[in-house]
C-alpha cells in the first residue's frame, strides 16, 4: 500500500522531535488491539469507514478521497484466519473474498490490469497487522516494489479468493505474496510479489 509518509517532524540540527504521528489509517491508539486478528479487523474497519464519504461535506464523494483504492475497499470481505495462519506460522497470512465490479474493469468487461495491482497492494499489507509492534511496521511501511503477473482474464461477477502471507519480515525490509484465485474451482487468475520499507518512527517518538 503505497502512501505519503507525512512524519519527518524533525530539528534543525536533524534530531527527531517528539511529536504526533498521522497517518491515514494508522495511530498509536491501534496498540489498543493486540497483534493478530483483531489488529487487522481493526485496520479493516478502519479502511472501510475511511472509503465512504462524508455527508456533512458539500464536495463529491469522488474528491473526499484522496485515496483512489476506497473505490475497491467496499467490495472486499476479509474472511476469518485460521489459527493455522497466525503467528507463530513463519509465514502468517489471510484472505480477502472479493467480486469483480462493472466499474473496476476494462472494455473487455474484464478486472482491469490497475485495479488487480491495486487489490494485491491493499491486501498483502495487511498481513502486517499480525505481527506490528511499535517501531516494526506499525505504520504498514511503503511500496519498494510491487511485481503482478496476470494469467487469465477475471470477468465482471466473478467471485475470487485473494490470499495473501509474509514470505519474509525484518526491522526495516519485508517480502509478501498475493495470489487471485477464482472461488468456484480454485484456478490461479493472478499472483505478485511485494517488497515493503517500514517507515515507523522510533518507538519513543509514537
Known sequence: MSQPNNNNHTKPNGQDTPATYTHWLVDPALERFPAGEQRVRELNRRSLANSKPDPTKTTPPSAQKQDWTA???PHLTLLPIPPSVLPPNPHPGLTYAYTVQPGHCNGL???HGGC???LFDYCTTMPLGLVSAPGYWLYLGVSRSLNTTYLRPIPVGTDILIHCEILQI???LCSLKGTMRRASDGALLATCEHG??????APSNI
Open 116 to 118: 488487480i495491482a491495486t
Open 71 to 73: 473505490s475497491l475497499i
Open 109 to 111: 468487461r474484464n478486472l
Open 170 to 172: 525484518g526491522r526495516r
Open 196 to 201: 515493503k520499507f517500514n517507515t515507523d518512527p
